[in-house]
């Protein structure tokens, strides 16, 4: 998508200096800052620290630690290695796993002398499937859009809430749940978008730069302001994004996201969820019990980022000094409470049938 006029994706091979380069999203939306990823250290750091965050994303960045760990050595021993150590630095966003088993699972049969040139290529694929998934499910969100808006009055805006950044930074680009709301932007259907502030890391911040920079209508609020918008009339659709999908359809998301999906349930608001097929989790049927949910650390509920009036970036504490604070970073949405799923294949029932009817071959595989 386009910064000032200029595109960018999230990450870009750099093939001059030989490196993977991010927008480092810790700084965002304060300052733009661009760092190259050159070390494994790098990787992981760039995952757990969240400089590139979002299921898609990644997944895509750890193809590229893949890749960079078979130019180091590309032993089976190397290969096994690098999947470990890249697999624990987020547990909950299930992109990660299916990368590094699709980078293995194509590298083990190749002698080492053709895995690292392999390696790469393959995660300029993943990534560039990434955006061609994306793109497709804009198209199939963007009718779901078109429908609402028929139904207004003319010039009256169909009202979006996202929770989270679903956004292109969350993916290679596009976004998951933004790329329907920038496709229906671009094709002339008025729209506002509420954006949860999502706390505790803001990443609504992040949603909200990115609709601004492509002119997309947008109101930050906080995350409890869902249910009394809802009341009020004041939302047509709930579209989020998602870390890990069940095969029946259950939907883990940023904390926050059950509330309101609930709120919305209880207001007949209809909640999608936008989702490419790698975040589906086909061996996994029961999200509550079965998805492990990220506990992260308590500094980022016990203190902010933000931006001073004189342009400096710093943190402060809100909390009492010593102050306990919990951080589970996901939680889990029952597909009862899910209108459908926006998948690049279409959309679908948030069930197991659904799920299968428009990807019998991933759900027969998984059998
Ligand atoms: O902790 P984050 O910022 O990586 O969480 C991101 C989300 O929860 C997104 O909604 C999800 O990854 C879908 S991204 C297209």
Same mark, same amino acid.
């Given at each position: 998508?386009?910064?000032?006029? #200029?595109?960018?994706?999230?990450?870009?091979?750099?093939? @001059?200096?030989?490196?993977?380069?991010?927008?480092?999203?810790?700084?965002?939306?304060?300052?733009?800052?661009? *760092?190259?990823?050159?070390?494994?250290?790098?990787?992981?750091?760039?995952?757990?620290?969240?400089?590139?965050?979002?299921?898609?994303?990644?997944?895509?960045?750890?193809?590229?630690?893949?890749?960079?760990?078979?130019?180091?050595?590309?032993?089976?021993?190397?290969?096994?290695?690098?999947?470990?150590?890249?697999?624990?630095? %987020?547990?909950?966003?299930?992109? &990660? %796993?299916?990368?590094?088993?699709?980078?293995?699972?194509?590298?083990?049969?190749?002698? @080492?002398?053709?895995? +690292?040139?392999?390696?790469?290529?393959?995660?300029?694929?993943?990534?560039?499937?990434? *955006?061609?998934?994306?793109?497709?499910?804009?198209?199939?969100?963007?009718? &779901?859009?078109?429908?609402? +808006?028929?139904?207004?009055?003319? =010039?009256?805006?169909?009202?979006?809430?996202?929770?989270?950044?679903?956004?292109?930074?969350?993916?290679?680009?596009?976004?998951?749940?933004?790329?329907?709301?920038?496709?229906?932007?671009?094709?002339?259907?008025?729209?506002?978008?509420?954006?949860?502030?999502?706390?505790?890391?803001?990443?609504?911040?992040?949603?909200?730069?990115?609709?601004?920079?492509?002119?997309?209508?947008?109101?930050?609020?906080?995350?409890?302001? =869902?249910?009394?918008?809802?009341?009020?009339?004041?939302?047509?659709?709930?579209?989020? $994004? #998602?870390?890990?999908?069940?095969?029946?359809?259950?939907?883990?998301?940023?904390?926050?996201?059950?509330?309101?999906?609930?709120?919305?349930?209880?207001? $007949?608001?209809?909640?999608?969820?936008?989702?490419?097929?790698?975040?589906?989790?086909?061996?996994?049927?029961?999200?509550?019990?079965?998805?492990?949910?990220?506990?992260?650390?308590?500094?980022?509920?016990?203190?902010?980022?933000? *931006?001073?009036?004189? $342009?400096?970036?710093?943190?402060?504490?809100?909390?009492?000094?010593?102050?306990?604070?919990?951080?589970?970073?996901?939680?889990? #949405?029952?597909?009862?409470?899910?209108?459908?799923?926006?998948?690049?294949?279409? *959309?679908?029932?948030?069930? @197991?049938? $659904?799920?299968?009817?428009?990807?019998?071959?991933?759900?027969?595989?998984?059998?």
């Amino acid at each position: 998508m386009k910064i000032d006029g #200029t595109h960018y994706r999230s990450l870009w091979w750099n093939a @001059e200096k030989d490196v993977l380069e991010i927008i480092d999203q810790r700084w965002l939306p304060h300052d733009f800052r661009v *760092v190259p990823v050159a070390t494994m250290q790098d990787f992981a750091d760039a995952i757990y620290q969240m400089r590139v965050r979002g299921a898609p994303l990644i997944g895509a960045t750890a193809a590229y630690g893949m890749a960079l760990a078979m130019a180091e050595n590309s032993s089976d021993a190397n290969m096994d290695a690098a999947w470990t150590f890249l697999e624990k630095t %987020r547990p909950t966003a299930i992109n &990660l %796993r299916w990368a590094l088993d699709r980078c293995r699972a194509a590298l083990r049969p190749l002698p @080492e002398s053709d895995r +690292a040139a392999a390696a790469l290529q393959l995660a300029h694929e993943i990534a560039d499937e990434d *955006v061609e998934i994306n793109r497709r499910i804009g198209e199939h969100g963007l009718a &779901l859009i078109r429908d609402i +808006a028929a139904k207004k009055p003319a =010039g009256e805006p169909v009202r979006l809430l996202t929770h989270c950044n679903a956004g292109w930074l969350a993916t290679v680009d596009w976004g998951t749940a933004t790329s329907p709301m920038y496709q229906a932007h671009d094709a002339g259907i008025a729209l506002h978008v509420w954006v949860d502030e999502t706390r505790p890391r803001n990443q609504g911040a992040l949603t909200s730069w990115e609709l601004g920079k492509h002119g997309v209508p947008h109101t930050y609020i906080t995350d409890n302001a =869902g249910g009394h918008l809802m009341q009020h009339g004041m939302v047509d659709m709930v579209i989020t $994004g #998602t870390d890990r999908t069940t095969r029946r359809g259950d939907v883990c998301n940023k904390i926050g996201t059950y509330l309101k999906a609930l709120a919305a349930h209880d207001n $007949g608001v209809p909640f999608y969820v936008a989702l490419p097929s790698p975040t589906i989790d086909w061996t996994v049927s029961g999200g509550v019990a079965e998805i492990p949910i990220e506990e992260r650390d308590a500094q980022e509920i016990t203190h902010i980022q933000g *931006v001073t009036e004189a $342009g400096e970036i710093g943190t402060v504490r809100v909390t009492p000094e010593g102050t306990p604070g919990g951080n589970p970073a996901f939680d889990v #949405t029952p597909n009862r409470l899910v209108t459908g799923l926006i998948t690049e294949r279409g *959309v679908c029932a948030a069930s @197991e049938e $659904g799920l299968a009817a428009l990807f019998p071959d991933f759900a027969q595989a998984a059998e």
